[in-house]
């Protein structure tokens, strides 16, 4: 599109909540709450696990990486949201906003990284008992969680140069509470239809790539339990991969009802509320899951 007859713009507005100040100051205190116990919970996850001797296993230290992510997965956006409420100041700079998608997208990615990695485990484990310790040795399991790292921080790189010499004219509103990918291609005066395509291929090649993994392990686990003659041994297997499995549910659950679906038939306040749901809400819970199903967490925070 020609930009003779367009305004390049800066800065991005930001919409947020569109709501009543007093509703604003009431989600500023949920959200906050909500932000603080996420970065506690997951500041505690880690500790316990670099403190505790009886938590420096495979299983953990992957924990460690995911809750690490977690924190600068919500420290991504919630700051600015917050201070949004507040201040009333929804303005972003194009290149801030560029960089929050970025980095957004890069743990998006290294979340599904580690969740593949994680059911990996749980496969070895339980399918394979005998031959884990040997497979699961410490260096590998450092190489897979700097490999799940690296793979983000790579793949995300490409898509995010291409879309910072984006050219940004006439409108600047973003109807969310973050810079998201759809409403930044959206407003660009340039041709996006290459890159959008790239970008949003890339997204399902990660997010059904890793389910895929997750998917087939969880059906060579379901076969093992299938097979055990107690009752006990069962329900052992199920704590075990019960939380991993619940935070899958959650995040895929949420991600692919966002990201990977038709273009038309939403609103914007459903999106908005997805948003939350995958940007907030599944962050503050994965902590609470991982810390209240397992037992050795919780002896060691005590």
Known sequence: MSTENYTIINEFYLLGFNVNWKLELFIFFIFFMMYISTITGNTIIIMVIWQSSKLHSPMYLFLGHFA?????????TMPKMLTDLVSGNKRIAVPVCITQLYFFFLLGGIENYLLAVMAYDRYLAICAPLRYSTIMSNRFCHQLALMSWLSSITSSFIPM???SKLSFCGRNKIDNFFCDASPIFNLSCTDTTLLKTYFFSLVQIVVFGC??????????????????????????VF?????HFTVVFLYYG?????????????TSVFDKCLSVFYAIVTPFLNPIIYSLRNKKIRDAIK
Do not use: A, D
Not at 68 to 76: L, Q, R
Not at 213 to 222: E, F, H, K, R
Not at 239 to 243: E, I, K, L, Y
């Open 254 to 266: 949420s991600g692919i009802s966002m990201y990977v679906r038709p273009n038309h038939g939403y």
């Open 68 to 76: 690490f992510m977690e924190i600068g997965y919500t420290s991504v």
């Open 161 to 163: 140069y291409f879309l």
């Open 239 to 243: 704590s075990t991969c019960g939380s």
């Open 211 to 236: 389910l895929f993994l997750i998917i087939l392990s969880y059906i060579q686990i379901i076969l093992v339990i299938l097979k055990m003659p107690s009752n006990s041994g069962r329900r052992k």
